[in-house]
């Protein structure tokens, strides 16, 4: 059985730093793609941070620069570092594996970006 489990949001201030783990289980992690999606009330899920398995990254806009994706495949764990962080960053924050045969997501965690 497949599973993902995520941690490491919060509330931080303006101009902080938060990093985000996504620990998977029961699959191959190196044969998949992953990405952080984030998505803050109101509004449609959005990329944020993808990291192929070949070893590509690609960020939004809105974050490059500040975020940083990275991957461990012996521990089977995808991070998301972001530092210099907006309240425009407030969002649940959810980590997504994905092949072609296969797509699966994290439960979310929430970041809050507030003084």
């Known amino acids: 059985q497949v599973q993902l489990v995520e941690s490491g949001g919060g509330l931080v201030q303006p101009g902080g730093s938060l990093r985000l783990s996504c620990a998977a289980s029961?699959?191959?992690?190196?044969?998949?793609?992953v990405a952080w999606y984030r998505q803050a009330s109101g509004k449609q899920r959005e990329s944020v941070a993808t990291?192929?398995?070949?070893?590509?990254?690609n960020y939004a806009d809105s974050v490059k620069g500040r975020f940083t994706i990275s991957r461990d495949n012996a521990k089977k764990t995808v991070y998301l570092q972001m530092n210099s962080l907006k309240p425009d960053d407030t969002a649940v924050y959810y980590c997504n594996i994905r092949a072609d045969w296969a797509t699966y997501w994290g439960q979310g965690t929430q970041v809050t970006v507030s003084s």
């Open positions: 029961g699959i191959t992690f190196s044969n998949y793609h």
């Open positions: 990291f192929s398995s070949g070893g590509l990254t």
